[in-house]
């Protein structure tokens, strides 16, 4: 199969996408829990052939968590837990250059879509966010990332710190093309991101990562789930839009398997935003390290969540995200 660089993608953007198909949404209830199709909605992956895949200007492979994850790793691990379909996050360390995932989307679009970069905020002259989103959109890429004020670099810009042309221009664009933006944040950004759902209520949104609940809290030893923060992010739930990655177990809580502590949680949130805007994340490769594993992830909403049914788990690990990044 043909595979596509960043420039070839973007040149695309006033021509023809490329030809892809994918398969048609499982039906939600065709049985309980799948014993394979899984769908890790938030994986993480890199390659160590830094000659073909060269990392940006600035970065060198003491950046790198570890020598490499790449597809095939990401597979077997997958593979342990019935897992065989990923979203890829483009990785920091590749910058504005998605060839890595681009390559990985295009030898097989049925098994990878992906999540990128575009910036919406910059000093130098770089294609407008939106037609950048609409072209790597024709390579399978179909949420772009965003961080919260409060998980990036100060950029001393206010309590609104998502009115810029940029952003708007984001998100009246996944708005028009069914384009997800994707939140890296704290509750502490919720009450903006709040404020663009309002304004733009057709605009796809996913939260990453529980909304990183707990987080300031992540160095003791005992799990701290702040109410406040929990109601915020709870409140999200009437923009019909929004919807959330369940994951990330490695950061939350005890930090370690099986997650009970995670349950409440866990409950109140599908209660809110119901199963149809839930999808589960490893957040691999970190889920692999110290004890965690894909298939403990897996478990957590599979063998613990009793109080889900069967339909439920369905939608979390498999449908929710199939609906979104493959039934286009």
Same mark, same amino acid.
């Given at each position: 199969?043909?595979?596509?660089?960043?420039?070839?993608?973007?040149?695309s953007?006033?021509?023809?996408?490329?030809?892809?198909?994918?398969? /048609?949404?499982?039906?939600?209830?065709?049985?309980?829990?799948?014993?394979?199709?899984?769908?890790?909605?938030?994986?993480?992956?890199?390659? /160590?052939?830094?000659?073909?895949?060269?990392?940006?200007?600035?970065f060198?492979?003491?950046?790198?968590?570890?020598?490499?994850?790449?597809?095939?790793?990401?597979?077997?691990?997958?593979?342990?837990?019935?897992?065989?379909?990923?979203?890829?996050?483009?990785?920091?360390?590749?910058?504005?250059?998605?060839?890595?995932?681009?390559?990985?989307?295009? $030898?097989?679009?049925?098994?990878?879509?992906?999540?990128?970069?575009?910036?919406?905020?910059?000093?130098?002259?770089?294609?407008?966010?939106?037609?950048?989103?609409?072209a790597?959109?024709?390579?399978?890429?179909y949420?772009?990332r965003?961080?919260?004020?409060?998980?990036?670099?100060?950029?001393?810009?206010?309590?609104?710190?998502?009115?810029?042309?940029?952003?708007?221009?984001?998100?009246?664009?996944?708005? $028009?093309?069914?384009?997800?933006?994707?939140?890296?944040?704290?509750?502490?950004?919720?009450?903006?991101?709040?404020?663009?759902?309002?304004?733009?209520?057709?605009?796809?949104?996913?939260?990453?990562?529980?909304?990183?609940?707990?987080?300031?809290?992540?160095?003791i030893?005992?799990?701290?789930?702040?109410?406040?923060e929990?109601?915020?992010?709870?409140?999200?739930?009437?923009?019909?839009?929004?919807?959330?990655?369940?994951? /990330?177990?490695?950061?939350?809580?005890?930090?370690?398997?099986?997650?009970?502590?995670?349950?409440?949680?866990? $409950?109140?949130?599908?209660?809110?935003?119901?199963?149809?805007?839930?999808?589960?994340?490893?957040?691999?490769?970190?889920?692999?390290?110290?004890?965690?594993?894909?298939k403990?992830?897996?478990?957590?909403?599979?063998?613990?969540?009793?109080?889900?049914?069967?339909?439920? $788990?369905?939608?979390?690990?498999?449908?929710?995200?199939?609906?979104?990044?493959?039934?286009?």
């Amino acid at each position: 199969m043909t595979t596509f660089t960043r420039r070839e993608v973007l040149a695309s953007v006033a021509g023809a996408g490329i030809a892809a198909t994918f398969p /048609a949404a499982r039906q939600a209830d065709a049985k309980p829990v799948p014993e394979s199709g899984i769908i890790d909605a938030h994986v993480h992956i890199w390659t /160590a052939d830094t000659k073909k895949f060269p990392l940006a200007a600035g970065f060198t492979e003491k950046d790198l968590w570890f020598p490499s994850f790449s597809a095939e790793e990401t597979i077997a691990h997958g593979q342990t837990a019935g897992v065989d379909r990923f979203n890829l996050i483009q990785m920091t360390w590749y910058g504005l250059d998605h060839s890595y995932i681009l390559d990985v989307i295009a $030898k097989n679009p049925r098994q990878f879509v992906g999540t990128g970069i575009v910036p919406a905020v910059t000093d130098i002259s770089l294609p407008r966010p939106d037609a950048t989103m609409v072209a790597l959109s024709k390579g399978g890429v179909y949420a772009f990332r965003i961080r919260g004020k409060s998980a990036r670099p100060k950029l001393n810009d206010g309590e609104r710190w998502l009115d810029h042309p940029g952003y708007h221009k984001m998100f009246a664009a996944a708005a $028009k093309h069914n384009l997800a933006l994707s939140f890296l944040m704290t509750p502490v950004d919720l009450p903006e991101l709040d404020r663009m759902c309002t304004k733009y209520p057709e605009t796809p949104v996913i939260i990453d990562h529980f909304c990183l609940i707990g987080r300031r809290m992540m160095f003791i030893s005992e799990p701290v789930l702040v109410e406040e923060e929990i109601k915020q992010l709870l409140n999200m739930a009437r923009h019909k839009k929004v919807m959330l990655k369940i994951g /990330a177990f490695y950061t939350l809580g005890k930090k370690e398997p099986p997650y009970f502590e995670m349950l409440p949680l866990l $409950k109140r949130i599908v209660d809110a935003f119901g199963p149809d805007r839930c999808m589960w994340e490893s957040d691999a490769p970190l889920q692999t390290k110290k004890g965690n594993t894909f298939k403990a992830a897996v478990a957590f909403i599979e063998d613990h969540a009793d109080f889900l049914s069967k339909s439920d $788990k369905q939608k979390i690990l498999v449908t929710t995200a199939e609906n979104f990044f493959f039934k286009r």
